[in-house]
């Protein structure tokens, strides 16, 4: 069975430093892992995806992601972070070869001035 | 180009009644999935459909039917309304079907659908 785990609820970062929100995974075969954004009261925004190759896939808004088979991990990051990233995030996992995807709970990342 | 669109946005309905939600996908797209987020939770995998036919079911009972129309447009239906079924309804829509390194999927902004 496919599965994901985001085990913080909520990380509190102040703006200009790095962020990390957790993710880790469970799935049958190859995983195609994703992260997306949610803005209160809206649908998801579509950050980056490892599907093969190097293990740090970068993306938008300055986000990246570093793909650990071993730990089976898909950790997002950013270097400094901003008032603005204040949102939910979610991970997500594909093993299979259709669009069906596993979301994790998400992660409330508050970032203060 | 006009992302991934859906209608209505809001909604309420009494327990019972029937909802039919509307998702018109990127122009080009031909895969079209459903998700229900009920609050405080991922979204969960509801139906996906890729050239007009299901490919993909998730947990949900048959109260929950959908289809897709030759310009790739998607409507979602849900029977007999429960109080449980309050959630945003999530479309998202792809090139094709299957995950590689150019396809991408893309989530509209939701259907929210309160029953009382």
């Known amino acids: 069975a496919q599965s994901v785990a985001q085990p913080e609820d909520q990380v509190n970062v102040a703006e200009g430093n790095p962020l990390t929100v957790k993710c880790t995974y469970s799935?049958?075969?190859?995983?195609?892992l994703f992260w997306y954004v949610q803005y209160p009261n809206r649908g998801l925004q579509f950050l980056l995806k490892?599907?093969?190759?190097?293990?740090l896939v970068k993306g938008s808004y300055g986000f990246e992601a570093e793909f650990n088979k071993s730990q089976t991990s898909f950790h997002l990051k950013k270097p400094s972070a901003l008032v603005s990233d204040s949102a939910l995030y979610f991970c997500?996992?594909?093993?299979?070869?259709?669009?069906?995807?596993?979301f994790g709970s998400g992660t409330k990342l508050n970032v203060k001035p | 180009d006009a992302g991934v669109t859906q209608s209505p946005t809001h909604l309420i309905k009494t327990r019972g009644q029937h909802v039919t939600l509307r998702c018109s996908p990127i122009?080009?797209?031909?895969?079209v999935s459903w998700y229900q987020q009920v609050l405080g939770q991922g979204p969960q995998f509801i139906f996906q459909?890729?050239?007009?036919?299901?490919?993909g079911r998730g947990n949900f009972p048959d109260r929950f039917s959908a289809r897709q129309f030759p310009n790739y447009s998607s409507e979602l239906n849900v029977n007999a309304l429960l109080l449980g079924d309050s959630a945003l309804y999530l479309c998202?829509?792809?090139?094709?079907?299957?995950?590689?390194?150019?396809?991408?999927?893309?989530f509209g902004e939701g259907s929210w659908l309160t029953v009382v």
């Open positions: 997500a996992v594909s093993a299979y070869n259709f669009n069906k995807f596993y």
């Open positions: 490892y599907i093969t190759g190097d293990n």
């Open positions: 122009s080009g797209h031909k895969s």
């Open positions: 799935v049958s075969g190859n995983p195609y």
């Open positions: 998202a829509s792809s090139l094709s079907q299957g995950l590689f390194s150019g396809n991408t999927i893309y």
């Open positions: 459909y890729y050239e007009k036919e299901e490919r």
